[in-house]
């Protein structure tokens, strides 16, 4: 029975271990600790006899009694302006996944950077398109069916220069999404039979056809298809993303992140 105050002890100290440990894992975590150390160090000081006169007890007691609404308030400001900056390696449980993600998250920001900005629009920073493309990549890697390695999505991709979707068709296959190219109008309505795609992605444009992506779109329609379709293009503006929506359009989108993300959420219904 003697030995069994040390054991609770040994056993608390081995727990508070595994959680400094885990908490280290991202900057909240370090800052959490970080207060938990201090905030302990305050309240041990008050039993202590003799330790602190009265003003000094004072000002302890009310800062035990603020500081906790302190760190909330700071909790959330935190979170609330800087999102994309509070995670780190740790979040995974297999640092190959966190290798995965960012090799992801890469492709992703190199598709997005390929695509010229729209007329009078300056282009994103760097930064900005890396922090969008990572954040993009770990929504879409929640998705549950990204998780059922079994069972692969399937996407139709419509587009006459299919090299110039390179980067973005590799994190799609990276997400479990098996990709089938085709070049033209034609080549497309005949893969595209039964709805045998679990979503259709195609380009604007193809040679001479300025709107051969809304003539394909027109098609499937009429032939009854209810197959989730996107138009990825370099040409975006509100009169053609309007168009795009009131023929049953997902989407139509410049946007690499954009396009990834829904076509995701078109995936998971």
Do not use: C
């Amino acid at each position: 029975m003697a030995d069994e105050p040390h054991s609770q002890q040994q056993g608390l100290s081995a727990g508070f271990n595994r959680t400094a440990i885990a908490l280290a894992r991202n900057p909240l975590g370090i800052i959490a600790l970080f207060i938990v150390l201090v905030y302990a160090f305050a309240a041990i000081s008050i039993p202590i006899p003799n330790s602190i006169d009265g003003y000094d007890l004072t000002i302890i007691v009310v800062f035990l009694a603020t500081f906790p609404f302190m760190v909330l308030w700071a909790f959330v400001h935190l979170v609330a302006k800087y999102p994309k900056n509070l995670f780190g390696p740790g979040d995974f449980k297999d640092p190959k996944d966190y290798i995965a993600m960012m090799e992801q998250a890469a492709t992703l920001a190199a598709a997005e950077a390929s695509a010229p900005p729209n007329a009078g629009e300056a282009a994103p920073s760097t930064e900005t398109i890396a922090q969008d493309s990572v954040s993009a990549v770990r929504r879409v890697a929640r998705q549950s069916w990204v998780q059922d390695k079994q069972h692969s999505k399937t996407v139709l991709w419509v587009d006459d220069h299919p090299e110039n979707n390179a980067n973005l068709q590799r994190t799609f296959e990276k997400f479990n999404i098996r990709v089938t190219s085709a070049v033209s109008t034609e080549q497309a309505l005949r893969l595209a039979v039964n709805d045998r795609f679990d979503a259709i992605i195609s380009d604007l444009g193809r040679g001479d056809e300025k709107e051969a992506g809304f003539a394909l779109l027109e098609e499937l329609n009429r032939r009854g298809s209810r197959t989730p379709f996107f138009i990825y293009t370099v040409r975006e503006d509100s009169q053609l993303r309007e168009r795009a929506r009131k023929l049953g359009a997902q989407a139509l989108t410049r946007s690499a992140t954009k396009l990834l993300e829904g076509v995701s959420a078109a995936l998971a219904t």
